[in-house]
């Protein structure tokens, strides 16, 4: 496990936003109380998809995609090691989203 910094998961979301707007993807980035496991997170909307990608600062993140139309959701969960997997969490965001348009 690592002690992630929510500012470099902020960072990376913003890195991701103007791809997202391209494709028509709402976004609104969130960060969640201080405690001892902080998280920050990111939904997504577009059409019929939905998705939230939930970071803690333990390095914990859960990745969670829906349809609208038939209420099914897919989670996924992550034990990050390095900031640099976070990358691999936002397309694997942007991926489920795009695919089923």
């Known amino acids: 496990m690592i002690e992630l910094d929510l500012a470099q998961f902020a960072a990376a979301v913003r890195a991701y936003a103007p791809q997202w707007e391209r494709a028509g993807i709402q976004w609104q980035l969130t960060f969640g109380p201080e405690r001892d496991k902080s998280a920050a997170w990111v939904t997504c909307e577009t059409g019929d998809m939905a998705g939230q990608l939930t970071v803690w600062t333990s390095g914990e993140a859960e990745l ?33 989203l795009t695919d089923h348009n």
């Open 64 to 96: 969670d995609t829906g349809n609208l139309a038939t209420g099914v959701v897919d989670p996924v969960h992550y034990e990050l090691t390095s900031a640099q997997e976070l990358a691999t969490c936002l397309d694997d965001l942007t991926n489920r």
